[in-house]
């Protein structure tokens, strides 16, 4: 279980199978390992909340601050009682593990077409 201090959070829309999906990650800023990735059908503060609750369960994420653009975290954020702010500038490792999951996609596009299940089991693997 990891105590980050610092994770950037943010989603991307992926298409899975032929449905767009939103691709949902969080990176420890200090460390840079992903912490948790996940999928789902929609994007907003129900799914950020959602997969800020899984973090919660899986990190100690009680002293951890945020880094989030908009895409309803900040109401996630106050609905799970954990701290955190805009910040577009300091959230360069998950655009830059968006950028590679891109071209990951985009190389492996044959692992997406099959289901949402083998997107979920090719994106634990990575």
Known sequence: MAEPSRVAVDEKQITVDGEKKWLYAAVDTDSKLLLDIEVFSRRGTDPASAF???????????????????????????????????????????????QTVTIRIDSFHLFWRRSPASAHSHLDNF
Do not use: C, P, Q
């Open 52 to 98: 800020l609750h899984r973090l919660t369960t899986t990190h100690n994420v009680s002293d951890t601050e945020f880094l989030v653009d908009a895409g309803g975290y900040l109401t996630a954020l106050a609905r799970r009682e954990l701290s955190g702010h805009l910040d577009y500038s300091e959230r360069n490792l998950i655009e830059k593990l968006f």
